[in-house]
């Protein structure tokens, strides 16, 4: 599976933005996806996963109740949707895959064996 993200800009504190990644191959509606971030001089965290079918998701507390995650198995994309953005949710967004077969939705780095080049977010204060 490799992976094209999309859609970053600059934002003001309050709006909103939506990232999308999209995969090529047919092993796309298989994976369980995730999205993670790195902000200028800090690691990469972890954001958001969905699992293979969209029945399963999960957030990072920074993130839960603003930012809500989704796919299209139709089209081999995920969506990373940003609302009520705040300044510190500044970074380069990346999507990944986790082609493993397990059944809980990782939010380490390690659990995704393929990763997209990333998409960055910039919110003005």
């Known amino acids: 599976v490799q992976l094209q993200a999309s859609g970053g800009g600059l934002a003001q504190a309050g709006g909103s933005l939506r990232v999308s990644c999209e995969a090529s191959g047919r092993a796309f509606s298989i994976c369980h996806m995730g999205w993670f971030r790195q902000a200028p001089g800090k690691e990469r965290e972890f954001v958001a996963a969905?699992?293979?079918?969209?029945?399963?998701?999960s957030y990072a507390d920074s993130v839960k109740g603003r930012f809500t995650i989704s796919r299209d198995n139709a089209k081999n994309t995920v969506y990373l949707q940003m609302n009520s953005l705040k300044p510190e949710d500044t970074a380069e967004y990346y999507c990944a895959a986790d082609y493993s077969a397990r059944r809980l939705l990782g939010s380490r780095e390690w659990a995704y064996q393929n990763w997209g080049q990333g998409t960055l977010v910039t919110v003005s204060s």
């Open positions: 969905i699992s293979w079918s969209g029945d399963r998701t």
